[in-house]
Protein backbone atom coordinates (compact mmCIF):
# COMPACT_ATOMS: atom_id res chain seq x y z
CA UNK A 1 0.00 0.00 0.00
CA UNK A 2 1.21 3.45 -0.73
CA UNK A 3 0.48 6.60 0.86
CA UNK A 4 0.06 9.76 -0.26
CA UNK A 5 0.48 13.14 1.76
CA UNK A 6 -0.25 16.25 -0.09
CA UNK A 7 0.44 19.59 1.61
CA UNK A 8 1.59 23.44 0.15
CA UNK A 9 -2.32 24.76 -0.31
CA UNK A 10 -3.49 27.92 0.87
CA UNK A 11 -5.28 31.56 0.21
CA UNK A 12 -3.64 33.43 -2.73
CA UNK A 13 -4.74 36.47 -4.46
CA UNK A 14 -5.17 36.22 -8.29
CA UNK A 15 -1.83 36.33 -10.14
CA UNK A 16 0.41 34.74 -7.35
CA UNK A 17 1.97 31.22 -7.04
CA UNK A 18 2.00 28.10 -4.84
CA UNK A 19 3.95 25.34 -4.54
CA UNK A 20 2.12 21.81 -3.92
CA UNK A 21 3.95 18.76 -2.60
CA UNK A 22 2.90 15.17 -2.76
CA UNK A 23 5.77 12.72 -0.33
CA UNK A 24 4.81 8.91 -1.66
CA UNK A 25 5.20 5.88 1.15
CA UNK A 26 7.74 3.02 -0.23
CA UNK A 27 10.71 1.94 -1.94
CA UNK A 28 8.98 1.95 -6.09
CA UNK A 29 8.26 5.81 -6.53
CA UNK A 30 10.50 6.07 -9.28
CA UNK A 31 8.66 3.33 -11.36
CA UNK A 32 5.03 5.36 -10.52
CA UNK A 33 3.17 8.02 -12.60
CA UNK A 34 2.37 10.63 -10.82
CA UNK A 35 -0.79 12.89 -11.34
CA UNK A 36 -2.14 15.83 -9.75
CA UNK A 37 -5.77 16.04 -10.21
CA UNK A 38 -8.53 19.00 -8.39
CA UNK A 39 -12.23 19.28 -7.67
CA UNK A 40 -13.91 21.97 -7.51
CA UNK A 41 -17.31 22.32 -5.17
CA UNK A 42 -20.07 20.53 -7.90
CA UNK A 43 -17.54 19.70 -10.45
CA UNK A 44 -16.32 16.52 -11.62
CA UNK A 45 -12.17 15.54 -10.20
CA UNK A 46 -10.16 16.64 -13.18
CA UNK A 47 -6.60 15.69 -14.70
CA UNK A 48 -4.07 18.99 -14.12
CA UNK A 49 -0.85 17.57 -14.90
CA UNK A 50 1.01 14.17 -14.52
CA UNK A 51 4.55 12.77 -14.97
CA UNK A 52 5.22 9.59 -16.09
CA UNK A 53 7.99 6.99 -15.25
CA UNK A 54 9.78 7.89 -17.88
CA UNK A 55 10.25 11.25 -17.47
CA UNK A 56 7.34 12.94 -19.85
CA UNK A 57 5.22 15.25 -18.42
CA UNK A 58 1.48 16.26 -19.74
CA UNK A 59 -0.58 18.68 -18.71
CA UNK A 60 -4.39 20.01 -18.91
CA UNK A 61 -4.91 22.92 -21.22
CA UNK A 62 -6.12 24.79 -18.85
CA UNK A 63 -2.97 24.84 -16.65
CA UNK A 64 -0.36 24.81 -19.94
CA UNK A 65 2.41 26.84 -19.50
CA UNK A 66 1.43 28.03 -15.86
CA UNK A 67 1.67 25.28 -13.84
CA UNK A 68 4.71 22.57 -13.67
CA UNK A 69 4.91 19.09 -12.73
CA UNK A 70 8.25 17.52 -11.05
CA UNK A 71 9.37 15.06 -9.18
CA UNK A 72 12.62 14.26 -6.89
CA UNK A 73 12.50 10.26 -7.11
CA UNK A 74 15.44 10.61 -4.45
CA UNK A 75 13.04 12.11 -1.84
CA UNK A 76 9.66 10.04 -3.54
CA UNK A 77 8.02 13.44 -3.49
CA UNK A 78 6.58 14.87 -6.50
CA UNK A 79 6.03 18.85 -6.89
CA UNK A 80 3.29 21.14 -8.96
CA UNK A 81 4.52 24.49 -9.26
CA UNK A 82 1.14 27.10 -9.75
CA UNK A 83 2.20 30.46 -11.48
CA UNK A 84 -0.46 32.61 -12.43
CA UNK A 85 -3.15 31.55 -10.45
CA UNK A 86 -6.69 32.20 -11.93
CA UNK A 87 -9.80 32.12 -9.19
CA UNK A 88 -10.68 29.89 -11.25
CA UNK A 89 -7.88 27.20 -10.30
CA UNK A 90 -9.82 27.32 -6.60
CA UNK A 91 -10.26 23.09 -5.95
CA UNK A 92 -9.02 21.08 -3.53
CA UNK A 93 -5.87 19.48 -5.47
CA UNK A 94 -5.37 15.44 -5.12
CA UNK A 95 -2.02 13.46 -5.75
CA UNK A 96 -2.37 10.05 -7.41
CA UNK A 97 -0.29 7.38 -8.19
CA UNK A 98 -0.17 4.34 -10.78
CA UNK A 99 1.48 1.61 -10.22
CA UNK A 100 1.62 0.66 -14.36
CA UNK A 101 4.27 4.23 -14.63
CA UNK A 102 2.06 5.73 -17.24
CA UNK A 103 -0.66 7.08 -16.33
CA UNK A 104 -3.76 9.06 -18.07
CA UNK A 105 -6.09 11.72 -17.59
CA UNK A 106 -8.37 9.49 -16.42
CA UNK A 107 -9.01 8.98 -12.43
CA UNK A 108 -9.46 4.86 -13.06
CA UNK A 109 -5.65 4.84 -14.25
CA UNK A 110 -4.60 5.78 -10.79
CA UNK A 111 -4.39 3.28 -7.87
CA UNK A 112 -3.45 5.32 -4.83
CA UNK A 113 -4.67 8.91 -3.74
CA UNK A 114 -3.55 11.53 -1.58
CA UNK A 115 -6.40 13.07 0.45
CA UNK A 116 -6.38 16.58 -0.77
CA UNK A 117 -5.20 19.98 -0.32
CA UNK A 118 -7.52 23.35 -0.62
CA UNK A 119 -5.93 25.98 -2.85
CA UNK A 120 -8.37 29.01 -3.14
CA UNK A 121 -7.86 31.76 -5.05
CA UNK A 122 -9.23 35.21 -4.53
CA UNK A 123 -9.86 37.87 -7.21
Known amino acids: QVQLVESGGGLVQAGGSLRLSCAASGRTFRMYCMGWFRQAPGKRREFVAR???????YYADSVKGRFTISRDNAKNTVFLQMNRLKPEDTAVYYC?????????????????WGQGTQVTVSS
Open 96 to 112: AADRMGYGSRSTYEYDY
Open 51 to 57: STSGGST
